[in-house]
């Protein structure tokens, strides 16, 4: 996470490069002012028990509709956090590579967005963490409230999707920060690392995936000059 992201756009981004396919790191400091609240509200959700072991996928997870205002109200997620994601996501875009000719005026067009929060405890499940991608979204992005207090649990695993080879490796993982955001290729196979000991600080992670669609000026006014 060394090379600075340039692009359009201001934020400040880092890119560390695996397999090597790039990942990108994002401080997001105007979430900090809400993260105690957003705790007890997930603290709140599984004291609950709306938050059923494996019942939105694998652990504690919501269903996809945090940046629904009616079943999530707060406009944090969306106002701040969701407008983070997209501005990171549009200055990483328009540094792509595109076979497109820079005169034909490449753009990239977001389509829609889901988000959903994923709390780690340290219970231990018959079954491991799955590895899964985000397809068909294009990036991916975990913004971390709360992480594990060991740089050793909790990380963002990714795995190579080329066949092992000796010149890379199968694994590669990434040590999550707190009020940092972190953004992958939707395609690249990954899971979180367990936290059997985590204790009563848990992972708390808004996990969020970014529907984008690449645009050429104005084409769809004018198929007939791209007809032939
Ligand atoms: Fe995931």
Redesign the pocket.
Known sequence: MNKPVTGVGVREITQGDFFPIPVFQVPVPEMAPFHKEIIALFDDLLAKGELGPHTNGYGYQTKTNLFDPNSFPQPYFREILLAAFRQACLQILSGTVTDFSPDLNHSWFNTFNTGWG?VQTNETWPTEIPW???LPAVL?G?YYISTSPSSEEGNLQFSNPIMPNMFQPKFAEVAPTEGHMLIFPSFLN???SATPSIGKQRRLAI?MDGHWTSRIGDFADKPAEFAG
């Open positions: 994923v899964h991608t985000h991916s975990c990954h899971r979180p996990c």
